[in-house]
């Protein structure tokens, strides 16, 4: 096991950090998940197969790829148990990730027993508070993977407008911001108008298969391509590249988001 991140931000973490959750892993048919002092699950690994994403909602997070499909360097906040280190580190090879969580158990805990990448160059952990972390960084990184719940709903610290303005700034020209929501929270609208206002509406929502979840993508600058022709053909080639279900995910976006009959109005 690699040892621990010396990165200088790794131990500025907001208060409370002793009442975090307690994380918890069950097991069922193969595939592995981590809990966080609840039922719900976090994250999921299919133990014969660590790489693939089990959970509908991770595969729609990664759709930001339709409009970026080289990145080359990427910051998660919320490690839960590595589904996207995995991926990451299997399918971009060219891209450095790095994975911000703020509650040492869980890190622990997927270091030991959720099969995460080699620590090192490509991919690393910094046990941080993800709010805070991303205030360092400037125009650097292409993709900013937002995933950070407690037990029961999204970390407040995690939704709001000066959050949302720290992670405008850290994101290169290109960049996309990319956010977990449940659809059935009461605050939903209010998080989209704060993250529209921020990103000028480069907004888009892509609804997960199942489950109630949402990925929403916001853009530093407008998105490229927004034609649904060329989309389709995007999505064509990253499923054979991937192994993810891009063409589905374009008719979700199309479904969920303003559009005229050849492009979306982004």
Same mark, same amino acid.
């Given at each position: 096991?690699?040892?621990?991140?010396? /990165?200088?931000?790794?131990?500025?973490? %907001?208060?409370?950090?002793?009442?975090?959750?307690?994380?918890?892993?069950?097991?069922?048919?193969?595939? %592995?998940?981590?809990?966080?002092?609840?039922?719900?699950?976090?994250?999921?690994?299919?133990?014969?197969?660590?790489?693939?994403?089990?959970?509908?909602?991770?595969?729609?997070?990664?759709?930001?790829?339709?409009?970026?499909?080289?990145?080359?360097?990427?910051?998660?906040?919320?490690?839960?148990?590595?589904?996207?280190?995995?991926?990451?580190?299997?399918?971009?090879?060219?891209?450095?990730?790095?994975?911000?969580?703020?509650?040492?158990?869980?890190?622990?805990?997927?270091?030991?027993?959720?099969?995460?990448?080699?620590?090192?160059?490509?991919? !690393?952990?910094?046990?941080?508070?993800?709010?805070?972390?991303?205030?360092?960084?400037?125009?650097?990184?292409?993709?900013?993977?937002?995933?950070?719940?407690?037990?029961?709903?999204?970390?407040?610290?995690?939704?709001?407008?000066?959050?949302?303005?720290?992670? /405008?700034?850290?994101?290169?020209?290109?960049?996309?911001?990319?956010?977990?929501?449940?659809?059935?929270?009461?605050?939903?609208?209010?998080?989209? !108008?704060?993250?529209?206002?921020?990103? !000028?509406?480069?907004?888009?929502?892509?609804?997960?298969?199942?489950?109630?979840?949402?990925?929403?993508?916001?853009?530093?600058?407008?998105?490229?391509?927004?034609?649904?022709?060329?989309?389709?053909?995007?999505?064509?080639?990253?499923?054979?590249?991937?192994?993810?279900?891009?063409?589905?995910?374009?008719?979700?976006?199309?479904?969920?988001?303003? /559009?005229?009959?050849?492009?979306?109005?982004?």
């Amino acid at each position: 096991m690699a040892g621990r991140s010396r /990165h200088p931000f790794r131990r500025r973490v %907001r208060g409370g950090v002793e009442a975090l959750s307690e994380v918890e892993i069950s097991e069922l048919d193969g595939v %592995r998940s981590l809990h966080l002092g609840s039922e719900t699950v976090q994250s999921s690994m299919d133990v014969e197969d660590p790489v693939r994403m089990v959970l509908s909602y991770t595969r729609a997070m990664m759709g930001w790829l339709l409009f970026n499909d080289a990145p080359r360097h990427i910051v998660q906040i919320g490690l839960g148990g590595g589904s996207f280190a995995r991926w990451i580190a299997f399918y971009l090879r060219d891209a450095k990730s790095v994975a911000v969580d703020i509650h040492p158990q869980v890190i622990a805990v997927a270091r030991a027993f959720f099969d995460l990448p080699e620590e090192g160059e490509r991919f !690393e952990i910094v046990e941080a508070d993800g709010a805070e972390y991303v205030k360092i960084l400037r125009e650097s990184a292409d993709a900013i993977l937002v995933d950070g719940y407690d037990g029961f709903q999204i970390v407040d610290e995690l939704t709001t407008e000066d959050f949302f303005e720290n992670c /405008h700034r850290a994101l290169s020209p290109s960049g996309v911001f990319v956010s977990n929501w449940w659809s059935g929270d009461q605050r939903y609208q209010v998080f989209l !108008e704060r993250l529209l206002n921020v990103f !000028e509406g480069r907004v888009i929502e892509l609804p997960a298969a199942s489950h109630g979840n949402v990925a929403v993508m916001a853009f530093k600058e407008s998105p490229s391509p927004t034609g649904f022709a060329a989309l389709e053909k995007r999505a064509v080639e990253l499923e054979s590249r991937f192994h993810l279900e891009f063409a589905e995910m374009v008719g979700r976006i199309k479904q969920t988001n303003l /559009h005229s009959a050849s492009r979306l109005l982004i």
